[in-house]
């Protein structure tokens, strides 16, 4: 008999008020029952806000040193319990245990960085047009954060927005993906160990149409950080644009890797084949389309198909295991529709069916696949599928690889394979992406470093790095004039002066 998991509100691990909870079964074996989650409702949902509202006025005020203190701890679990939770997460979502283990280090990295942040968070001064006056900014906290994450980085997607949120002095409510809640409820148990006060943190597990909109929808939450589909993005757009609230959006790629006839071809198969069958394609920086030279064109779709033909696919925890399920029968049929859609528009070249046989059977597994003669503009060339799908589009010169590559209306990630150093530079300044990579695949954030896209990607803002802790606080400016008299700003200085 499977355990029902709980929610976790004001420090306690508490039922939801439904009494109702939803199944989370192994995508590589759906026999495998991990347990029932709470199917929460509004009412849950106000009672975490209302306890996250509760103790803002506290971690507000403690020391941002401090609040780093405890993410630190939260590395230091992490890093104790990484195998276990990298299984745990394997089980739920799919990708190998080599990949939840990255995403695990990404959880673990992002809590030592915003461990150090809390040390920073910087602010400016700058001295003002006026005599005896000073002028200064200092980041401010905003309230209480709604955190609406997806199924594929289940523990390093959920770091990126919690870990900064908290060291800017915010309490958060999170839900996540309906596919990993396993992994989340593990991270949140790491945060009470490491000592996070009740309410600083609540964790509300449901569906994305009940609680991610009673999340949205909530009054008292001025913050939303979601990653996921362009299409449910849109939906939280229009709803946080009614409300007037800080929203971060992070949501589909159509991501190409472009290989110029001099690059090192054994690098860049490399990184193709990670790039489009890594995480099974469900990652937003996936390869799908791969951008070749009319020069090396069959050559490396030839070698390209041998490497891709030996990729085993399995449940993730297997050893020697490449390539995992797809997340859940949606995406699966999702997959086949644009296998449908692709035999009409190019060459099936390999693939292209469901994974069957050798303990693949109760499993969401697709066949590694292959397009060729792609055109540039077809829905193969420009739609996401987030699945093992490859995309391959022959190209002249280099301009016209990087008109390709920005004709989509996403604008995540790129990736140019090249010995050329002008080419290069030519890639980081004209291809229309918020990440450009020159011979590594389209895959790889760092924590340090911001993450996101251009277009209909995102939103504006990023992820990771220094800059989401500009997401996740209000500048405050402030003056203070010691003269003693009115100083009245743009009038007084320039009356006086000579010039
Ligand atoms: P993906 O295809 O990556 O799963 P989704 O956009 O469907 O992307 O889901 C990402 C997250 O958004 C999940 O946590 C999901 O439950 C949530 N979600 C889905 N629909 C809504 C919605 N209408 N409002 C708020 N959150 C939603």
Redesign the pocket.
């Known amino acids: 008999m499977a355990d029902n998991f709980k929610n976790f509100i004001n420090g306690e691990w508490v039922e939801p008020s439904t009494g109702t909870y939803f199944e989370n079964r192994n995508p590589a074996k759906q026999k495998d029952l991990i347990g029932h989650f709470p199917r929460s409702s509004r009412e849950d949902v106000d009672r975490a806000v209302a306890a996250a509202k509760a103790a803002f006025p506290d971690w507000s005020r403690t020391p941002a040193p401090a609040r780093g203190d405890i993410l630190r701890r939260v590395g230091d679990l992490l890093t104790e319990r990484k195998d276990e939770i990298a299984k745990a997460a394997t089980r739920e979502m799919g990708k190998t245990l080599q990949e939840t283990r990255g995403d695990l280090q990404e959880g673990i990295d992002t809590a030592y960085y915003a461990g150090v942040e809390g040390r920073r968070l910087f602010g400016h001064t700058v001295p003002s047009e006026l005599r005896n006056k000073w002028a200064m900014t200092y980041r401010r906290p905003i309230g209480v954060c709604g955190l ?5 980085f289940p523990l390093a997607i959920p770091t990126w927005k919690m870990f900064p949120a908290l060291i800017c002095g915010n309490t958060v409510v999170i ?5 990993t809640p396993h992994t989340v409820a593990l991270l949140i148990e790491v945060l009470e160990e490491a000592g996070i006060p009740k309410g600083v943190v609540n964790l509300v597990h449901g ?3 009940e609680v ?2 009673a ?2 929808e909530h009054p008292d939450i001025p913050v939303i950080s ?4 362009t ?3 849109s ?2 757009a229009q709803q946080c644009g009614r409300m007037h609230k800080r929203l971060s959006l992070e949501m589909g790629g159509k991501n190409a890797q472009i290989v110029l006839a001099d690059a090192d071809l054994d690098l860049a198969i490399d990184g193709v084949l990670w790039g489009a069958f890594g995480t099974t394609g469900q990652r937003c920086t996936a390869t799908s389309r791969l951008l070749l030279q009319d020069e090396i064109h069959d050559e490396f779709v030839a070698r390209l198909m041998e490497r891709a033909k030996g990729l085993k696919l399995g449940y993730g925890l297997e050893k020697d295991v490449e390539v995992g399920p797809l997340i859940h029968e949606a995406s699966l049929k999702k997959v086949e529709e644009y296998i449908e859609i692709g035999k009409g528009e190019a060459t099936l070249a390999m693939g292209g069916e469901r994974a069957t046989g050798d303990g693949l059977d109760d499993g969401f597994f697709f066949q590694p696949t292959i397009f060729t003669d792609v055109k540039p503009g077809s829905r193969l060339a420009t739609e996401e599928i ?1 699945g093992p799908v490859l995309s391959v589009i022959r190209f002249g010169e280099l301009d016209e690889a990087i008109r390709i590559n920005n004709e989509v209306k996403y604008g995540l990630s790129s990736s140019l394979y090249t010995r050329d150093a002008v080419a290069s530079f030519r890639a980081f300044q004209d291809l229309d992406n918020g990440i450009t990579y020159v011979n590594a695949p389209t895959i790889g954030a760092e924590a340090h470093l911001p993450f996101g896209g251009v277009k209909q990607t995102g939103n504006g803002h990023r992820e990771g790095g220094w800059e989401v802790y500009e997401f996740y606080s209000e500048t405050k400016v402030c003056y203070l004039d010691y003269s003693g008299k009115l100083q009245r700003a743009q009038i007084d200085n320039y009356e006086a002066s000579p010039y």
């Open positions: 609406i994450t997806p199924f594929n839900k996540p993906a309906e596919d569906l994305g149409e991610g909109a999340i949205v979601f990653t996921g589909s299409e449910t993005g939906i939280i987030f």
